[in-house]
């Protein structure tokens, strides 16, 4: 399987650079595969136990924070870990990962644990959002609301954010609503 590197150096040693600085450039190579024992032991079954369950991880916030991990303070939460314990090349690559056939298993899996998250407290919970319309904040910009547009592509187009909260229904695809393609099986 041959994929494409992002617009960004790979976090690993040895893949060439794109050539374009958008990402677009063609920039052919292998999948590789690293097991990363320090990324892995941030992602065992405790740490995503702790993760639903504990106190502090009640709010979105701390949820969203806790899962993605808090970069200051040198810890990586289990959707980063996943990411780099699949590791090696494109797990590493914020653009190119989705390239990588693992990268829908993992974030299948991160999805998961958000429900199994909002459905402790359905009522507070499916609704919850936290954090600025730009990864990072950077640039600094506005708090993000249920009225933003997310653009899923040729997929479905822009969908509002509130339109994707519930994972069980009215999510709509290129080929219909996710609720009514489950019904279908």
């Given amino acids: 399987m ?4 992002g617009p960004s150096a790979a976090a690993i040693p040895g893949v060439p650079p794109n050539p374009r600085p958008d990402g677009y450039g063609y920039n052919p190579r292998c999948l590789r595969r690293d097991i990363n ?24 916030y701390w949820f969203q924070t806790v899962m993605q991990g808090q970069f200051d ?15 090696g090349d494109p797990g ?7 390239g990588d056939p693992a990268f829908w298993l993992h974030h299948g899996m991160i999805d998961r644990v958000w429900w199994i998250w909002q459905i402790q407290d359905w009522e507070k919970r499916q609704n919850a959002v936290s954090g600025t319309i730009t990864l990072g904040n950077v640039p600094p910009s506005r708090n993000t ?11 479905a187009g822009p969908v509002k954010l509130g339109d994707l909260m519930n994972t069980l229904e009215n999510i709509p695809t290129s080929i219909g609503p996710v609720n009514e393609i489950v019904q279908l099986r």
């Fill in 2 to 5: 041959s994929i494409n590197l």
């Fill in 37 to 60: 024992v320090n990324s892995a032991s941030v992602t065992k079954a405790n740490y995503t136990y702790d993760l639903i369950t504990a106190p502090l991880n009640a709010d979105i």
């Fill in 73 to 87: 303070v040198g810890l990586w939460g289990v959707h980063t870990g996943g990411h780099y314990t699949i590791g």
């Fill in 92 to 98: 590493g690559d914020f653009y190119t990962s989705p």
């Fill in 145 to 155: 609301t249920l009225e933003d547009l997310q653009d899923i592509g040729f997929n």
